[in-house]
Structure formats: structure tokens, C-alpha cells
Antibody, heavy 124, light 108 residues
Framework: EVQLLESGGGLVQPGGSLRLSCAASGFTFNKYAMRWVRQAPGKGLEWVSAISGSGGTTHYADSVKGRFTISRDNAKNTLYLQMNSLRVEDTAVYYC?????????????????WGQGTQVTVSS | EIVMTQSPATLSVSPGERATLSCRASQSVSSNLAWYQQKPGQAPRLLIYGASTRATGIPARFSGGGSGTEFTLTISSLQSEDFAVYYCQQYNNWPPWTFGQGTKVEIK
């Protein structure tokens, strides 16, 4: 059974940093691309960042480019999101999600499994 | 960036009735569209990919259709557990991967 368990969320002041983790189990982690998707309070889903199975390819939404860094440790079956220079508008539940492929080709694919999310609140 | 627009924002339906949700893309995404269901306090769940292929374990009452810029998600006979918010997402032109704003299906 695929399981994704996020952690690391919390309350942080504007300009601060947080590192989110997503522990994966139930599948061969290094064979699948992963991504982070967030949901602001009462709002819809927003893709944040994605990483290929090897970690060699990464993508970022313009809203977080230069501030967030996605990475993975395939030996630990764990996905990370380092978030720096946090803004009030980054407040959201952050979900990690698994893609059905190791690397994207012409198609970007979708996410077939999602974690339960971790809350990030940026406020003074 | 492809903009996804869902309609209606809220759909009021009685249990046992059919619900039809719409999703429009600002330019063609071929059949590279997915639908997700999200219940309050829960993570999204993949329902449909490739515009019309049901994901593993998804009941047959859920069906997807369309291609290009116009898509539909149909729930043939609404069950109590189907009342939720539904999102479409395109994966044809990326990044970014873009979602619609969601349609809430509520009990009439």
C-alpha cells in the first residue's frame, strides 16, 4: 500500500524558513517522480514543485522559484521541500504526491497518490 | 500557462441523481486531463486520467469525457460519499501543471 506522510509544517514569521519532509513507503521510491502541491485556506490546488525519480530534473512554479528547493534522498525514501524567504501568501496545506512515472517526457502526467498534508502558516 | 476553468462553482444535487461537471482549458490539452475528488479535511484522490480512464478502485458511476478544450466529469447516481469538491488538472503543457478552481457538489 502506497503511503506518503508529510511533516515539518508549523508557524513561521515572514522571511523565515521551513523544511518539509515526505516519508514514502509501499513502492520503489526512486522509480517515481514526486511533487509538492499546496492549498491555501478555502482555496483550490496549486502545483508548487516537482522532481524526477533520480532527482536530476526539477521544476518550480514561478511563485516559489528562487525561494523553494525540492530534493529527495532515495536511500531514505524521503522527499523534501526547503522553503526560504517565506511570505504570508505561502500559508497553505502542503501535500506531497507521487506521479506514475520516473521522469516526464512530452507529457507531464498527474499524481496518483497523495499524502494527508502538513500545515504551513506564515504570520507575524 | 494554460488556464483551467470549471463550472459551475457549486452544484446542488439530490442523492441518486446524475451530476455533470465541466472543465474548460484555455487552449487544447488533447486528452491529457485528470480529475480529482477532495473531501473536507482530506487529501485529493485521483479519479480519472487521460480524460476518461478511471483510476484504480474508482467506481463505474464516475465517467470522464471530452478532449481538446472541453471536458466533463459525470457521476451517474450520486451516493452520499460523493459529495465533495472536484478539480480538473491538465498535464499537456507543463510546467506549470494547472488546476481548475474546483466544483463543489453539495446535497440538494
Amino acid at each position: 500500500e502506497v503511503q506518503l506522510l508529510e511533516s515539518g509544517g508549523g508557524l513561521v514569521q515572514p522571511g523565515g524558513s521551513l523544511r518539509l519532509s515526505c516519508a514514502a513507503s509501499g513502492f520503489t521510491f526512486n522509480k517515481y517522480a514526486m511533487r509538492w502541491v499546496r492549498q491555501a485556506p478555502g482555496k483550490g490546488l496549486e502545483w508548487v514543485s516537482a522532481i524526477s525519480g533520480s532527482g536530476g530534473t526539477t521544476h518550480y512554479a514561478d511563485s516559489v522559484k528562487g525561494r523553494f528547493t525540492i530534493s529527495r534522498d532515495n536511500a531514505k525514501n524521503t522527499l523534501y521541500l526547503q522553503m526560504n524567504s517565506l511570505r504570508v501568501e505561502d500559508t497553505a496545506v502542503y501535500y506531497c504526491a507521487k506521479d506514475p512515472v520516473e521522469v516526464w517526457g512530452l507529457l507531464g502526467f498527474y499524481s496518483d497518490y497523495w499524502g494527508q498534508g502538513t500545515q504551513v502558516t506564515v504570520s507575524s | 500557462e494554460i488556464v483551467m476553468t470549471q463550472s459551475p462553482a457549486t452544484l446542488s444535487v439530490s442523492p441518486g441523481e446524475r451530476a455533470t461537471l465541466s472543465c474548460r482549458a484555455s487552449q487544447s490539452v488533447s486528452s491529457n486531463l485528470a480529475w480529482y475528488q477532495q473531501k473536507p479535511g482530506q487529501a485529493p484522490r485521483l479519479l480519472i486520467y487521460g480524460a476518461s480512464t478511471r483510476a484504480t478502485g474508482i467506481p463505474a458511476r464516475f465517467s470522464g469525457g471530452g478532449s481538446g478544450t472541453e471536458f466533463t466529469l459525470t457521476i451517474s447516481s450520486l451516493q452520499s460519499e460523493d459529495f465533495a469538491v472536484y478539480y480538473c488538472q491538465q498535464y499537456n503543457n507543463w510546467p506549470p501543471w494547472t488546476f481548475g478552481q474546483g466544483t463543489k457538489v453539495e446535497i440538494k
